[in-house]
């Protein structure tokens, strides 16, 4: 049935079939009707009218072609599989099926924002991903985190799919600290006032011990009764709606057709969901997980029908184009390449210059040298290049000779404002490398510039962005370039609390290993404490002694490990 242009479609699989075949109702409908309608859906929970009301609102502004209401700047909050780890532009088939299973690790993935993009059928706008694929590590700290981030941006609508998850199945010394754990995040999600779309906790015990142990995943009481939790929080939020990740899961396992709402699955193409290590998704799974939360929005009227595509085979091509569309080129003689095929590329170069090194070839081993220090390559850059590099120079120090050449035909090779920010890094990388910071000062006070901007916008610290570029190039160099590198940061204040952070972090992840049951040794993580104190050190080198002062006293606030 469909009333006033509206087709109330399912959310979910198999339970949603044998409850109602088609829930319908008209935007007038009434609570109860609603209510009712959705007790029969076990597949999503919506948990109050208000949304409801919330969505006639919005479906009279959206229609199906301006990007405003819900669909005008969604957001994706959330872990691994929401950021699009293991995913890739290829399915993948149950084995024995007659297809080789490829290895998706090495293609180009596709994160839940994409996904989402591509499933649209209307004018929308961007979606943007603020997941986190290190939320395993640290939970709660991450989801408050991106919380914070996109309330910066006023999302209109949140894709927190597996926002939860880690909250369960990360290491826990009780049932009461997943509990707290679980509560915290939801709080956290909680807080945003748009309309959102979670998912509930699915079995992924097998798949979560297999890659962290036994320790990580919570038992079957103890993910029932937090499955419990998720929805009794839920029905207290209005603008909450939950799917049933649990329900979707188990029907994929028993190799049934899949209904995703506007969409089903046949059984040979639920087997393509799953990448082979069992807990992430491919392509095609973050497909029929965009496509399954896009259709939480029509069950209510948030969305209208047909602002999504309801067959895969048009996302996918969708999906598709929008890749071929953004591939740019690396050099006027290149095409994009994967990440994967630019490190073996890299790999091979440093074996190359290793030997030219070795021989004593000068010329080949600079070329090589400064290949390794593309612009193009700055991303997938390691600690370990830079060491390499410094170590091979020591050996053949005729080298560094022709290098400086090469530095300084990327410092006059235009004004550094119009410089890409990768350009920026690997000059001051080669730079700093060739212990010739002022030849680079003026690429430093660039990124410095834009690395400030970025923190002004909320962008997260992490490489490609200006701001991830400076952070590595303070943890690269910092011993032996100090002045240098602390110049990358104005705001000292900012920067030290950011540092405490990232090394609060890597605590974070040790502790996550450690209990997960895996052995690490006498690995050492410098405390906050320990990198606050560092970074004050740098400033008073730098000749910066009121900001030293104002960031060590943050020594006092911080815990010792």
């Known amino acids: 049935m469909e009333h006033d242009g509206i087709q109330w479609c399912l959310v979910g699989s198999r339970a949603a079939r044998k409850g109602v075949e088609d829930v319908t109702m008209p935007l007038g409908g009434t609570p109860t009707d609603l209510a009712a309608s959705c007790r029969n859906v076990r597949a999503v929970v919506i948990n109050s009218v208000r949304f409801v009301v919330l969505a006639v609102v919005a479906v009279a502004v959206v229609g199906c072609a301006a990007p405003t209401g ?33 290895n998706d690790a090495s293609l180009e993935p596709v994160g839940l924002a994409k996904a989402i993009d591509a499933c649209i059928a209307s004018t929308h706008g961007e979606t943007k991903s603020f997941a986190e694929s290190s939320m395993a590590f640290h939970p709660a700290e991450s989801l408050a985190r991106q919380v914070r981030l996109a309330k910066a941006v006023q999302p209109t609508a949140v894709f927190a799919i597996d926002a939860l998850f880690w909250a369960a199945y990360g290491p826990a010394a009780s049932s009461a600290e997943r509990a707290a754990r679980l509560k915290s995040c939801c709080e956290s999600l909680g807080s945003i006032e748009a309309p959102i779309v979670v998912g509930n906790l699915p079995d992924m015990r097998g798949a979560v011990a297999r890659l962290l142990g036994d320790a990580a995943a919570p038992s079957e009481v103890d993910r029932s009764a937090l499955n419990r939790q998720i929805a009794e929080w839920a029905g207290h939020h209005p603008n909450v709606l939950v799917l049933s990740l649990e329900q979707l899961v188990e029907d994929i396992r028993r190799g049934e057709t899949v209904n995703i709402g506007v969409a089903e699955l046949t059984a040979r193409e639920s087997g393509r969901l799953f990448a082979s290590d069992g807990l992430h998704l491919t392509s095609d799974g973050e497909l029929a997980i965009a496509t399954l939360s896009l259709s939480a929005f029509i069950a209510v009227g948030a969305v209208p029908q047909e602002a999504v595509f309801s067959d895969l085979r048009l996302s996918r091509q969708f999906l598709e184009r929008r890749r071929e569309s953004d591939r740019r080129p690396l050099t006027t003689a290149s095409v994009s390449v994967s990440r994967s095929d630019r490190q073996r590329r890299a790999l091979e170069r440093s074996i190359e210059s290793d030997r030219a090194m070795r021989a004593g070839d000068v010329e080949l081993a600079a070329r090589l040298t400064a290949e390794r220090f593309s612009p193009e390559e700055a991303d997938i850059r390691a600690h370990a290049d830079v060491l390499e590099c410094e170590l091979a120079l020591v050996r053949t120090p005729d080298v560094a000779i022709a290098l400086r050449k090469e530095l300084e035909a990327r410092v006059s090779a235009g004004q550094v404002a119009d410089l890409s920010t990768a350009h920026l890094d690997s000059t001051i990388e080669l730079g700093l490398m060739l212990k010739e910071p002022t030849m680079v000062q003026p690429a430093i006070i660039e990124l410095a510039r834009r690395a400030s901007a970025d923190r002004a916008t909320g962008s997260a610290g992490e490489v490609p962005s ?28 900012a920067t030290a609390r950011e540092l405490a952070e990232k090394r609060r972090a890597d605590l974070a992840k040790l502790a996550f290993a450690k209990g997960s049951g895996f052995s690490v040794g006498k690995a050492h993580v410098r405390t906050p404490r ?32």
């Open 466 to 493: 200006a701001l991830g570029y400076a952070h590595r190039l303070y943890e690269w160099f910092v011993a032996e370039q100090p002045v240098a590198v602390v110049a990358l940061f104005p705001d000292a204040d």
């Open 530 to 561: 320990e990198e606050i104190i560092r970074f004050a050190e740098s400033l008073r080198a730098a000749g910066r002694p009121e900001e030293a002062g104002r960031v060590a006293s943050l020594v006092s606030v911080e815990p010792d490990g």
């Open 70 to 102: 819900p669909l005008a700047r969604p957001v994706v909050l959330g872990a691994s599989v929401s950021s699009g780890e293991r995913s890739a532009l290829v399915g993948r088939m149950r084995p024995g099926e007659g297809e080789s299973i490829p």
